[in-house]
């Protein structure tokens, strides 16, 4: 059988690796797709290194699998993935195994696609406007993928979440997936199904820097100006009944307790599950309330969970203006456990929102929450790219965003130091040459000589 695969191994992975260090994983994901109909697309429609498929290109590359009759498509969607998962545990780095199911099904497969940067906002459209059958990981497998040949066979199987706390887990995780992919595929080849599958993410991944690359900010924190990174989602609004009164975006919203990893980026972004319905919005004191219900999770102790983020508006003689600050930040367990933290430097004129890289209970974080009471202490709190307004929302968008990055950070004030002690050293070089003379009167030998007089 001839069979159109552009994509093999060595392609794959040189694609993706030279994808990853000229292209920022801000707003695509990959998109990997393999069927058992053969040529369904040419090798000139090969997509360019560091070009982002949008979503009009994305309904082109796919039109050949949904023009099949009676098209069987298997979506398995994860939550996060960018092409840095594949360059850091890709057969490059000697990792055979993490992304192996995947690796073989795209050699093998008759027609196979790699678009290493689609837009996320694409996959969510292809999500929403089609009817798609949607099952989890941990289900009978080969009960749910039963197919009618009848009439089309959409399914979304949701892989489990990625756990990237370290790089042991977040190997796993994507181990874990692949071997479900691969289970899944594999049946679908045994009883003999013409299909199509895609594998893809509902956002990119997001990689928090280590310590080497963040610095500890102090000072006063001022204005900054607005952030250019664009936003993998919609910011979460609440309303008070009309208008709306509080924006709140993170690209990741994590929690630890006793060792288990909490992720509630997607349920609080993405799928918008969560309960916001005890928030609280006047014009002194705003509490964002944010209910979880974590019955699903059967690795968790936990039924409800509740983060309070409590804000307050005042009045400030000093600047003659006012100002907002974040107090508190409260998590209730099973509405009976209260932990609070304190909250350090998250302050911004009223008008204005806020933002900070990361916050959390790390000492590394720019703003920091300082537990307050011993049920804290069990807790660990990660949010990145973490931005809130809780007063005066114009629009449904963020106002100008007061950063929590230093006005003088330790390079800055290194810098001026030294610069003022090469310019004192050069200011002083120039004074002693200034203060050079020379002889007003010269001896000449042809004529009298010169007497100084030794007496006055």
């Known amino acids: ?10 392609l794959l992975w040189f694609t993706l690796t030279n994808l990853f260090q000229g292209t920022s ?24 290194e560091g070009h982002i498929v949008k979503n009009e290109q994305l309904q082109t590359f796919l039109k050949p699998i949904f023009n099949q009759g009676s098209p069987n498509v298997v979506l398995f969607l994860q939550n996060e993935l960018s ?15 993490t992304f192996g199911n995947v690796q073989q099904f795209l ?28 099952i989890h990981n941990d289900l009978d497998h080969e009960m749910e993928l039963e197919m009618d040949p009848s009439k089309p066979n959409l399914i979304v199987v949701k892989l489990a979440p990625v756990d990237r706390t370290i ?56 204005m900054a100006a607005d952030s250019t990174r664009p936003m993998p989602y919609p910011p979460m609004n609440v309303t008070n009944g009309t208008d709306t009164c509080i924006l709140f975006h993170a690209a ?90 304190n909250v350090s430097s998250v302050s911004a004129p009223h008008q204005y929102s806020f933002h900070c890289q990361l916050v959390g209970t790390s000492g590394l974080s720019g703003a920091l929450l300082i537990p307050a009471n011993d049920a804290a202490g069990a ?25 929590c990055s230093s006005f003088f950070t330790r390079a800055i004030w290194m810098a001026l130091v030294t610069s003022l002690i090469l310019l004192y050293i050069l200011t002083f070089g120039i004074h002693m040459i200034m203060q050079l003379t020379t002889n007003d009167r010269f001896d ?3 004529g009298q000589a010169l007497i100084v007089p030794q007496t006055d």
């Open 167 to 222: 790089n042991v887990k977040m190997a796993q995780s994507l181990s874990n997936n692949d071997k479900v992919i691969g289970e899944i595929t594999n049946t679908l080849i045994r009883k003999g199904v013409q299909f199509s599958a895609i594998y893809t993410a509902s956002r990119p991944s997001v990689v928090i820097r280590g310590s080497a690359d963040r610095m500890l900010h102090t000072g006063r924190r001022l």
């Open 25 to 48: 994983a801000v707003e695509h994901v990959p998109a990997l797709v393999w069927s058992t109909f053969g040529s369904l697309w040419n090798l000139e429609k090969k997509t360019h």
């Open 83 to 97: 092409v840095e998962d594949f360059t850091q545990y890709g057969p490059e780095n000697g990792d055979d195994e």
């Open 379 to 403: 807790w660990t709190i990660t949010i990145s790219e973490f931005q809130i307004q809780g007063f005066n929302v114009e629009d449904n968008r963020f106002a100008y965003a007061s950063d």
């Open 107 to 134: 050699e093998t497969s008759n027609s196979s696609l790699v678009l290493p940067a689609v837009d996320w906002r694409a996959i969510k459209y292809l999500k929403e406007n089609l009817t798609w059958t949607e």
């Open 444 to 446: 000449d030998p042809k």
């Open 1 to 10: 059988m001839a069979r159109d695969r552009w994509c093999l191994q060595p």
């Open 252 to 341: 990741s919203l994590q929690l630890k307790v006793n060792g288990t990893l909490i992720d509630l980026t997607n349920d609080t972004f993405i799928s918008r599950s969560v309960d916001t319905d005890s928030s609280m919005c006047s014009t002194t004191n705003v509490t964002l309330s944010l209910k979880y219900s974590l019955q699903q999770s059967p690795s968790l102790s936990l039924k409800t969970l509740e983060i309070r983020f409590m804000m307050r508006n005042r009045f400030y003689k000093v600047s003659a203006r006012h100002w907002f600050t974040l107090d508190f930040v409260e998590i209730v367990q099973d509405e009976v456990n209260v932990a609070v933290f």
